[in-house]
């Protein structure tokens, strides 16, 4: 089964609200087993909204719609249906019911121009939103089905967990698709495809190499008759990546760097600290995002002011003669953190994130430095990544869980370097 995606409203287009619906729909659509071939995002023009509609409709087996269905007169989701199956709209008297009554609930008379609500075609059955003011609907025509759900994300996946997506279920039937993501670190795009280059030519499954910010992920995706059966494919696959990749895979799917790098510091019983510059507490956020964290971090120091760093430990002599965004402090800093806490690693960040006057490095340079108080080391990872101030500390506290990472298996931090 093919469908199309259509996200409807003008305030997508000049980017009052983001889409997140058709995200929603294309990451369920594979577990049914249902083809997602193109999304849409089209404003409140009656006329342009109707065109793509028929587009769509000539070419896929199912058209999933959210927005639009409002009462105003810009909400012209209804009135674009109808035209496309061309089939007059009636009010039905039970959903006008219940309309007022939701209104009566909350002690308010319906405004007249809700009445668009309660429209119905010969060809459509409503879907029931006990979460907002407009109905659904499920419209089957000429061998198609098209399904147009309210827009607001409360009332959309509840719409869609409750009514829309079981049943799809019953509709699909046939093959489902199932992904499994490996997500490395350490290693560039290039790199890993180059790695996986011998398996890249598979059908079913297939993989699919992907750069994002926690590192290079690798997607596995099969189709199969049912989840087992895909999962069945998926699994000799996947055991050879995670051969070829080694150590460079640290997590699948939902698992986020945090919670990986937490688990191993968990795992061996040893404890983390952190000092921070330019991150402001955004490593030690993304460190304590996993439950029972607590077990592990032993806290963290944010100190912008030079005076700060020395007074929490970082030695005089290093700043004066390194400078505060230098290898040698964070390597410092790392170290002054373990120490003040009584934790068995210590990690860093100090870097320029943006245009800093008073700054002599460049733009994007970062250092990350993490000591390793059973050995009485420190390490460090220096790059550069100019791609303004919210990238740079992103990929500085992502760059830092990997440098803890490699200490904690035993091997070289390497250097990246990167210039944005």
């Known amino acids: 089964m093919k469908a199309e995606v259509f996200a409807i409203g003008t305030e997508i287009l000049i980017g009052d609200i983001l889409d997140t619906n058709s995200h929603f729909i294309a990451r369920r ?48 989701t209804r009135e674009a249906v109808a035209a496309l199956v061309d089939e007059q709209p009636v009010v039905d008297p039970e959903l006008e019911h219940t309309l007022r009554g939701f209104f009566a609930g909350r002690g308010y008379a319906m405004p007249e121009r809700n009445v668009k609500q309660a429209w119905l075609l010969p060809s459509t059955r409503a879907i029931p939103n006990p979460r907002g003011t407009a109905p659904g609907w499920w419209v089957e025509k000429d061998g198609r089905v098209l399904v147009a759900m309210p827009g607001p994300p409360a009332e959309f996946t509840f719409m869609w967990e409750q009514e829309v997506e079981p049943r ?56 199969a008759a049912t989840r087992d059966d895909a999962t069945a494919l998926i699994a000799p696959l996947e055991a050879e990546v995670r051969r070829i990749l080694g150590t460079a895979v640290w997590g699948a799917d939902d698992d986020t760097l945090g919670k990986a790098v937490g688990g191993m510091l968990r795992d061996r019983g040893m404890t983390l600290a952190t000092m921070e510059s330019c991150t402001a507490g955004l490593l030690g956020a993304t460190i304590t995002e996993t439950p029972r964290s607590s077990d592990y971090y032993r806290g963290g120091f944010i100190s912008y002011w030079t005076e700060l760093k020395k007074r929490w430990g970082v030695p005089a002599q290093v700043v004066e003669q390194h400078g505060v965004v230098s290898a040698e402090c964070a390597e410092a800093m790392a170290r002054a953190a373990a120490l003040a806490t009584d934790a068995d690693f210590g990690l860093s960040v100090t870097c320029v994130a943006g245009l800093d006057p008073q700054e002599e490095k460049p733009p994007g340079t970062v250092h990350v430095g993490c000591y390793d108080r059973a050995t009485d080391r420190a390490s460090h990872i220096s790059f550069r990544f100019n791609q303004g101030r919210h ?20 091997e070289q931090p390497g250097q990246v370097i990167r210039s944005g």
């Open 29 to 76: 659509l594979p577990a049914l087993g249902i083809d997602c071939y193109f999304t849409h995002q089209v404003g409140d023009n009656l006329e342009r909204l109707t065109g793509e509609l028929r587009r769509a409709w000539e070419r896929s087996d199912l058209l999933l719609l959210t927005g639009g269905l409002g009462p105003t007169e810009d909400d012209v």
């Open 168 to 223: 799809l279920a019953r509709l699909a039937g046939g093959a489902v698709i199932v992904s499994r993501t490996l997500k490395t670190i350490g290693v560039g795009e290039g790199t890993v495809d180059e790695m996986l280059s011998p398996l890249l030519k598979s059908t079913n499954p297939t993989i699919g190499v992907y750069a994002k910010q926690d590192g290079v992920h690798a997607r596995i995706t099969a189709k």
């Open 391 to 410: 990238a740079v500390r992103e990929r500085a506290v992502t760059v830092g869980l990997l440098l803890l990472r490699r200490t904690l298996l035993g």
